[in-house]
């Protein structure tokens, strides 16, 4: 298996730039930084502005450049968290020493203070000032705090300054600075590609999308699933090395690379060939499948009529997939989910008990922002009594993401001792 560390199209850089002559450098850092694929979205201070304008930023970004605390232009106005929550990498350069007060002393004042404040992402600073403020007490009081608060100082190099001084304070170079970003990046995915084996050999099965229920050639029961949960999850297992057999109802999504599709269209025939699954060997399976619970009772042999002002249709209860793969002599580890309205936890946590799971992810789907046919999600992780483990909470991210960390869960609860029951 094989990764692209080159790319890096997915990720999203924030350069902030502050008042400083050095503020020069960030235009070719942005470029330096495009060069290698980042997106990237630059911030200036009212200081940045005096040095260089923000035309010239939006130019070599080809994003609009981000000035002010309340944009009318954002969602709600608050572009702040917008950023915050964009943003893969905060990269201050240069950062002045004013800057780096306002974040030591927690001061949220303009857009950059606030993002500060607002962002998840890890931010690094690359101070550039005048050697003597550099040197100064408070100068470094301010920094050694914000060490201490997790940021990263990209420590200045030395020599002539603009104001005639020679010493420590001049902004690294672009090509420099935009070098330890790459590697920064080249690192975390290579952490990610270790963790690549934590599946490596299982046979995971993974039922997806929703089911059709005919009720006559034309017309069915279904929902709103559009499988997208379930194939990105289907990838993730892939690539931490499992062979993975999807079992997906109708939707419109391309097959992960690598993973074997089976499709279906009713509950019946999900259920045939999962079983048909456990016979061949299954090791983990996980239903995010939203199977229909009911069936009509007689499908109409031709299309059925409009005759008068009601339709009575008589309907009969499917097969429980995931209870029923859970109660074989030789069952899997099981994951199921838990896709609800109101109650979500509440719900879930039976749900684990009562299907004899040792798994499940639950999440509100009454919710827009993550519900059906949405790119992102947001779950509850419940583990069996037997695995002692404690709930996750996966805070709103990609579906992809999700499934990663779902992944992990997965591994950690396959390899945890088991309590005796």
């Known amino acids: 298996m094989s990764f692209d560390l080159s790319v890096f199209s997915n990720k999203n850089i924030i350069l902030a730039v502050t008042g400083g002559i050095a503020a020069y450098k960030s235009a070719i850092l942005v470029r330096r930084l495009k060069d290698f694929g980042f997106n990237v979205r630059v911030v200036m201070t009212h200081g940045a502005q005096a040095f260089i304008t923000p035309l010239t930023f939006q130019a070599l970004s080809g994003n609009p450049v981000h000035t002010a605390l309340l944009d009318t232009e954002a969602e709600a106005g608050m572009g702040h968290i917008e950023l915050a929550r964009w943003a893969d990498l905060v990269l201050v350069a240069p950062a002045s020493c004013d800057t780096l007060a306002k974040f030591a002393a927690g001061l949220a004042d303009d857009l950059l203070s606030t993002l500060y404040l607002a962002t998840k992402a890890p931010v690094w600073v690359a101070p550039a000032m005048n050697q003597q403020m550099w040197a100064a007490k408070a100068t470094q009081r301010n920094l050694n705090t914000l060490v201490e608060d997790g940021v990263h100082v ?15 304070g001049r902004m690294p170079e672009p090509e420099d ?97 999962s079983m048909q699954q456990l016979q061949e060997g299954c090791d983990v399976f996980i239903a995010t499948a939203a199977v229909a619970d009911y069936r009509v009772a007689e499908v109409a042999e031709h299309k059925i009529k409009k005759a008068g002002d009601e339709l009575a249709v008589s309907l009969v209860k499917n097969p429980d997939i995931v209870a029923t793969i859970a109660q074989q002599e030789k069952r899997p580890f099981m994951v199921g989910f838990a896709a609800e309205t109101r109650n979500v936890e509440e719900y879930a946590a039976a749900k684990l008990v009562n299907k004899k799971l040792d798994m499940i992810a639950c999440n509100d789907v009454s919710r827009a922002d993550i519900g059906f046919a949405s790119d992102e999600n947001a779950m509850i992780v419940f583990f069996a009594d037997q695995y002692d483990m404690e709930k996750r909470d996966l805070e709103k991210a990609s579906k992809q993401e999700i499934a990663q960390q779902l992944v992990e869960a997965i591994h950690d609860a396959i390899t945890q001792q088991i309590k005796p029951v």
């Open 154 to 168: 990209i420590m200045p190099e030395a020599g002539s300054q603009a104001c005639g001084d020679v010493g420590l």
């Open 177 to 273: 600075l935009a070098e330890q970003v790459r590697e920064y990046f080249h690192k975390a995915q290579r952490a990610i590609a270790e963790k690549f084996g934590l599946l490596a050999g299982k046979r995971v099965t993974i039922t997806a999308g929703p089911t059709r229920e005919a009720i006559d050639p034309v017309r069915y029961i279904s929902n709103h699933s559009t499988g997208k949960m379930g194939f990105a999850i289907a990838a993730a297992c892939y690539s931490a090395g499992a062979k993975v057999t999807l079992i997906s109802g109708p939707v419109t999504l391309d097959t992960p690379n690598g993973v074997r599709r089976k499709n279906v269209s009713s509950a019946i025939q999900m259920l045939d060939l």
